[in-house]
T-cell receptor, first 113, second 115 residues
Framework: AQSVTQPDIHITVSEGASLELRCNYSYGATPYLFWYVQSPGQGLQLLLKYFSGDTLVQGIKGFEAEFKRSQSSFNLRKPSVHWSDAAEYFCAVGPPYGNKLVFGAGTILRVKS | GAGVSQSPSNKVTEKGKDVELRCDPISGHTALYWYRQRLGQGLEFLIYFQGNSAPDKSGLPSDRFSAERTGESVSTLTIQRTQQEDSAVYLC?????????????FGQGTRLTVV
């Protein structure tokens, strides 16, 4: 069965520090992988996605993620966090056809000044 | 419209009553999805519409839940005889195609509270 695990429920980082949010997936084939961000009072916004090719993908707001097939991981990173990055982040996996995405439980990011 | 629009944004209902949630997708988007987000949990797939194809209802949790979509326009999610466990944020999303690479755009959701 398809599943996504985000091991960290909450993460707190200092403004300006680097960030890595973990995501592990279980999928029977090469999945499509996504990271979404949900800010308070906002809808989900797509940060980045991986379908094929270069395993390091760049997204919006300075985020990047690396697909590691051997580890079934798709961790999200940012070199320097800004206070406005405080939000909830969701990793998701989907099939090549159709869009029935399977989401992780989310990681709440807190940024301290 | 410019984005996916959902109404109402908040709904409080008494246990046992029926509720109807509305989703206006982005114009021209053929695919539409409903997800449920319970407090502290990830999004749970409910139902998927793609054009005129039969919808994928595999995520609907019980026969109290149903959804309709007319053509490629508005969709309504109906929950009959609401229960307290139905309390959640219901999110709608739309996308321009059926390929997995097409981005799904989400609305801001309807927060349903069953008291």
């Amino acid at each position: 069965a398809q599943s996504v695990t985000q091991p960290d429920i909450h993460i707190t980082v200092s403004e300006g520090a680097s960030l890595e949010l973990r995501c592990n997936y279980s999928y029977g084939a090469t999945p499509y992988l996504f990271w979404y961000v949900q800010s308070p009072g906002q809808g989900l916004q797509l940060l980045l996605k991986y379908f094929s090719g270069d395993t390091l993908v760049q997204g919006i707001k300075g985020f990047e993620a690396e697909f590691k097939r051997s580890q079934s991981s798709f961790n999200l990173r940012k070199p320097s966090v800004h206070w406005s990055d405080a939000a909830e982040y969701f990793c998701a996996v989907g099939p090549p056809y159709g869009n029935k995405l399977v989401f992780g439980a989310g990681t709440i990011l807190r940024v301290k000044s | 419209g410019a984005g996916v629009s959902q109404s109402p944004s908040n709904k409080v209902t008494e246990k046992g009553k029926d509720v109807e949630l509305r989703c206006d997708p982005i114009s021209g988007h053929t695919a539409l999805y409903w997800y449920r987000q319970r407090l502290g949990q990830g999004l749970e797939f409910l139902i998927y519409f793609q054009g005129n194809s039969a919808p994928d209802k595999s995520g609907l949790p019980s026969d109290r839940f149903s959804a309709e979509r007319t053509g490629e326009s508005v969709s309504t999610l109906t929950i009959q005889r609401t229960q307290q466990e139905d309390s959640a944020v219901y999110l709608c999303a739309s996308s321009s195609g059926q390929g997995g690479h097409t981005e799904a755009f989400f609305g801001q959701g309807t927060r349903l509270t069953v008291v």
